[in-house]
């Protein structure tokens, strides 16, 4: 069992930042990546970001060189930089954890980005 929470959602304008933090516990061990992903209204849910356990990063193509994401120092947390935000980021982003047998997600953070 993998325990994951995230923290960091909010309102912003558009053009604004936010920073994203999921920690995760339990059987840490076995997560071989972790990651976010998000999924607005009438939406599916989308890749934004992964890291492996190898510290190798993939993004969805509509948030390079906007988003970053990032390990703590003892890779049981993951943060996600959100830079120049638009309203269309807007979603419920949600912290996932791959290990061999199974993705193990948050419940869900709400980022909002109007003016």
């Known amino acids: 069992q993998v325990q994951l929470v995230e923290s960091g959602g909010g309102l912003v304008q558009p053009g604004g930042s936010l920073r994203l933090s999921c920690a995760a516990s339990g059987n840490i061990f076995s997560i071989y990546a972790m990651g976010w992903y998000r999924q607005a209204p009438g939406n599916q849910r989308e890749l934004v970001a992964v890291i492996t356990s190898g510290g190798s990063t993939n993004y969805g193509d509509s948030v390079k060189g906007r988003f970053t994401i990032s390990r703590g120092n003892a890779k049981t947390t993951v943060y996600l930089q959100m830079n120049s935000l638009k309203p269309e980021d807007t979603a419920v982003y949600y912290c996932?954890?791959?290990?061999?047998?199974?993705?193990?997600w948050g419940r869900g953070t709400q980022v909002t980005v109007s003016s």
């Open positions: 996932n954890a791959k290990l061999t047998t199974r993705d193990y």
